[in-house]
C-alpha cells in the first residue's frame, strides 16, 4: 500500500493507482475531460493538474500513480490559475454558441467554463471558425469539428472498445484535427454507427442526427396515423434523463407521456422481439437438422444473431465470409416496421400509406438500419423515424410533460403484448437466453433446467462469454437433438465480436449459435442511451432489466397470446412464406478502401478491377471534399 496525503488527508490506496483514483477515495473531484473509465489513460487535456508540494511542474492526475510520501494539493491557485487558463485556451478555437448546441446544459466543457467563472475570452480566436466543417450525411451520427476540443476521446472509443478505427487524429499543431480515412464522411467509411464516440463526446462535437423535427410533424399532420414502439432498454434508462436514478424502471410512467405526445399507438418493441425470437429459434432449429440429418456441408454454422445493427455493419465491411452464417431475420425494430405497415394497418383498416412508423431506440445505429433499402419487404419504408432515449426525453420536455407526476399506464393493443423473454434483449446475452428458454422447450416439452428460467450461465459482463446446455429426452420429432450439447457464445462490444469471430474463423472455438452485441452491456449501453454510461450505470440498467423479466406474468416467448394469434391470424408460420417475405432480409458486403503508393485498394486488391460505380464514388467524394461542399459558412 502508498500512504500519501491529498490536501492534507493521510490517504492509503494500492500501488498503481492514479491521483485521480485515490481524490475519489476521499471525495476530492478531480474535473478532467480527456479522461473516461470506460478508456485508456490519456492525459491530454491537462485540466486535471494537481499540485505536489516540493515538485517542480504541475501533474496530470489522471495519468500520475501515486508515491509514496506525496503531498498533493488539488485546489490550490496556483492549480485553479492553470485549469482556468486551459479552459480558456480550450474555449479561444471552440464554437462557444451554446445557445445553439444541442448538448447546451450537458457539456462538460460548458460546465467547466462556469465552474471556473470563465466569461470572455482572454485570449484570440486561434483558428477561424469558418475553416471548420460540419459533417451531416450520415443518418446517425452529426459530426462538428468547431466544437471539437481533440480530447481523443471518440478515437480511443472507437480503437479500445470496439475496434473499428473509423476515427484518427490527423495533422499537427493548430492544424490538428479529429478525422476520418481520407476525410471522406461518417457516412463512406466504415463506421458502424453505434454512437459510443457520442456516448463519450464531452462537447457537441459529436451528436445523434436528430428528426424530432420530421415526428412531430407527423403528429401534428391530420391525416396521418403515428405509431410508436419502445425498446426494452428504454424502459431502464429514460428516467435518467428526466431526474430518476440509473436503474429506475419507468414503464408505465413512459408509456402515459407518449400518449400525451399526441401518438395514436403506443406499442412495445418487446412484441417483435418475442416474435424474433420464433423466427429466430426455428432458422436455428432448421439449420441443426440440416447439418445433423440432412448432413448438408452447406449449412452456415454457427449462426449468429442479427438484431443489432452495429454488428451486422461491422461484419459487412470485416467479416464477410461469414455473412451467410448471420440469422436472415431482421431486428424486432424492422420486424415491427414492417408488420406495422401490413398487418396492423390491416386490422385498424388503414391505409398503409398515411401509417408513420416511429421507434424509440437505446441506438444510433438504428437510424441508419431504418434507411437500409432492404428493410422495405412492406412495400413501404418500414419505420420512418428513429429516436434516441435521449430524444425522446427531450421532446417530452418540449411537450411540457411533468413526467414525475404521472400515472402509469399499458400499452395499447396489437403488437402491445410481450413477455420477460423479450425484455431481457436489452442486455448482453439477453438474446441468447430468451431464444434458449424457448427452444429447449419445443425440443423437450420441458422448461430449461435453470432456476427461475435464468440462464445465468449467459448472462455477465465478461466480453467473450460461452456456455451448453445438454439436451436429452426430446421429443419425437426432434430426436435427432439427443444427446447434443447446444454450444453457444456471447459477446458485447466490437473488439470482443472481433475476438470471438477470430477465434471461430481459426477454428479455436467451434460453437453452434452465437449472439453478438455491437455496445458494451448491450442496448443497456447503447449509444443513443442517457450520457454518462459507464460500468456502474451499466450494471444498475442490467439489474434492471432482468427485474422487470421478473415481474412478468409470462416469461417465454412462444407463450405470447398476440404472438400465437398473428401467426394463426395473418402470418401462417415461423420461417414460412409470408414471414418470410416481410421478417426476413440479406446483408450484403462492404468494401473498405486503403490509399497506397497513390493507388486505392480494396481489401488488399489494387483497384484496377474496381467498377465504374467504385470509381464515380470516390470521384464524387473527392468533389466534396476539394469543393468543401458540407463546410460552414
Not at 465470409?321 to 390491416?346: D, H, I, R, W
Request: aromatic share 6%; proline share 4%; glycine share 8%.
Amino acid at each position: 500500500m502508498i500512504h500519501l496525503s491529498i490536501n492534507g488527508m493521510q490517504v492509503k490506496v494500492p500501488e498503481g493507482t492514479t491521483i485521480l483514483e485515490a481524490a475519489k477515495t476521499q471525495n476530492f473531484r478531480i474535473p478532467t475531460l480527456c479522461h473516461h473509465d470506460d478508456l485508456c489513460v490519456a492525459g491530454n487535456c491537462r485540466v486535471c493538474v494537481v499540485e505536489q508540494l516540493g515538485g517542480k511542474a504541475l501533474l496530470a492526475a489522471c495519468a500520475t500513480p501515486v508515491s509514496e510520501g506525496m503531498q498533493i494539493l488539488t485546489n490550490s491557485l496556483k492549480v485553479r490559475a492553470a485549469r482556468k487558463h486551459v479552459i480558456e485556451l480550450l474555449l479561444s478555437e471552440h464554437n462557444a454558441d451554446c445557445t445553439k448546441c444541442y448538448k447546451n446544459g450537458k457539456c462538460e466543457l460548458q460546465n467547466l467554463s462556469n465552474e471556473f467563472s470563465v466569461g470572455d475570452h482572454l485570449l484570440l480566436d486561434l483558428i477561424d471558425i469558418k475553416n471548420y466543417t460540419v459533417d451531416r450525411f450520415s443518418p446517425s451520427i452529426q459530426k462538428d469539428d468547431s466544437k471539437c476540443i481533440r480530447c481523443q476521446r471518440c478515437v480511443r472509443t472507437c480503437e479500445q472498445l470496439q475496434g473499428v478505427n473509423a476515427l484518427t487524429v490527423a495533422y499537427k499543431g493548430d492544424h490538428q484535427k479529429i478525422s476520418t480515412f481520407e476525410e471522406f464522411s461518417m457516412a463512406e467509411v466504415i463506421c458502424t454507427n453505434c454512437g459510443q464516440c457520442i456516448n463519450r463526446c464531452p462537447t457537441g462535437a459529436l451528436v445523434e442526427r436528430t428528426y424530432l423535427d420530421e415526428v412531430w410533424d407527423a403528429i401534428l399532420h391530420p391525416d396521418k396515423h403515428v405509431v410508436v414502439q419502445t425498446a426494452p432498454a428504454v424502459r431502464v434508462g429514460l428516467g435518467e434523463e428526466l431526474g430518476f436514478e440509473p436503474g429506475d424502471r419507468v414503464t408505465g410512467k413512459m408509456v402515459a407521456a407518449l400518449k400525451r405526445l399526441g401518438f395514436d399507438s403506443v406499442l412495445d418493441t418487446d412484441f417483435t422481439a418475442d416474435l424474433t425470437i420464433m423466427e429466430e429459434g426455428t432458422e436455428l432449429l432448421t439449420r441443426l437438422k440440416q447439418a445433423l440429418v440432412d448432413k448438408d456441408p452447406n449449412v452456415a454454422l454457427p449462426m449468429t444473431t442479427s438484431c443489432s445493427p452495429g454488428w451486422i455493419k461491422f461484419i459487412e465491411h470485416t467479416f464477410p465470409e461469414y455473412l451467410p452464417n448471420v440469422s436472415t431475420c431482421k431486428s424486432p425494430q424492422q420486424m415491427f416496421g414492417a408488420l406495422a405497415k401490413t398487418y396492423y394497418a390491416q386490422v385498424r383498416k388503414l391505409d398503409p400509406k398515411n401509417v408513420v412508423s416511429v421507434s424509440i431506440m437505446p441506438c444510433t445505429a438504428k437510424k441508419y438500419e431504418a434507411n437500409r433499402p432492404e428493410m422495405r419487404s412492406s412495400g413501404y419504408k418500414d419505420v420512418d423515424y428513429v429516436l434516441t432515449t435521449r430524444e425522446l426525453a427531450r421532446i417530452i420536455k418540449q411537450a411540457g410533460v411533468d413526467f414525475n407526476k404521472l400515472k402509469e399506464d399499458s400499452y395499447d393493443s396489437i403488437m402491445g403484448a410481450s413477455t420477460g423473454a423479450a425484455v431481457i434483449f436489452g442486455a448482453t446475452g439477453g438474446v441468447m437466453e430468451a431464444a434458449l428458454r424457448t427452444a429447449y422447450e419445443i425440443i423437450t416439452g420441458r422448461e430449461v433446467p435453470f432456476k427461475d428460467l435464468n440462464i445465468t450461465a449467459v448472462r455477465g459482463m465478461e466480453g467473450v462469454r460461452v456456455a451448453s446446455v445438454q439436451i436429452e429426452d426430446c421429443k419425437e420429432e426432434w430426436s435427432f437433438l439427443n444427446g447434443v450439447e447446444l454450444k453457444c457464445a456471447v459477446a458485447h462490444g466490437l473488439v470482443n465480436a472481433r475476438e470471438l469471430m477470430n477465434l471461430v474463423k481459426s477454428g479455436e472455438l467451434a460453437v453452434h449459435f452465437i449472439e453478438v452485441m455491437a455496445c458494451p452491456g448491450g442496448c443497456l449501453g447503447g449509444g443513443g442511451q442517457p450520457i454518462p454510461t459507464n460500468e456502474k450505470i451499466r450494471k444498475k440498467r442490467t439489474e434492471a432489466i432482468y427485474a422487470e423479466d421478473m415481474s412478468m406474468e409470462i416469461r417465454k416467448s412462444h407463450e405470447n397470446p398476440e404472438v400465437i394469434g398473428i401467426y394463426k391470424e395473418f402470418l401462417g408460420e415461423p420461417l414460412g412464406h409470408k414471414s418470410h417475405e416481410l421478417l426476413h432480409t440479406h446483408y450484403t458486403e462492404r468494401v473498405r478502401y486503403y490509399y497506397t503508393n497513390n493507388t486505392y485498394t480494396s481489401k488488399g486488391t489494387v483497384s484496377k478491377g474496381r467498377s465504374l460505380c467504385d470509381w464515380a464514388l470516390c470521384l464524387f467524394m473527392f468533389s466534396l471534399r476539394r469543393g468543401r461542399w458540407f463546410r460552414v459558412a
